[in-house]
């Protein structure tokens, strides 16, 4: 594991190619949110609701289902995450689209699309460029995710 470069190599491109078809199992060339609940989350005790939240977020063309290219950023955030990361560690590194480390306000607002509601406050209030730790701080506090 370990910080890898945006680049893959072949290697780490062909375990994404193997566990993508892993986890497509009715073999329709993308990932429905039946088969990333089952194989991807499989035994990972966390809340559905986030882990729905979790596939809305890399579904960006909003079809439904995970293309391969869609799917690319699960399995990298997978792999830089640590023993230490929390799902809601895994969380911020999803909701952080342009992978810059820092979270801004058209990413956030990304998130509470899922919820339909517009961003409150008390998420505006947190400023335009934040940090992961920042916000899952605010996760915590205004998201009951932890059951
Ligand atoms: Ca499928
Ligand atoms: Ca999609």
Redesign the pocket.
Known sequence: MGAQSSKYSKEIKAQMTQAFKDIDTNNDG?IQFSEFLNRLMYGVNVNQELVKLCFFL??????????QS?FERIFQVMMNASEESSINTILCDLIDFNGDGFLDQNEIKAMYEFYKKPVPQSANDLGIKITKKKFEEYIKAHFDFDK
């Open positions: 993308k890399l579904d960006t063309n909003k079809d439904d289902a995970l293309q869609e």
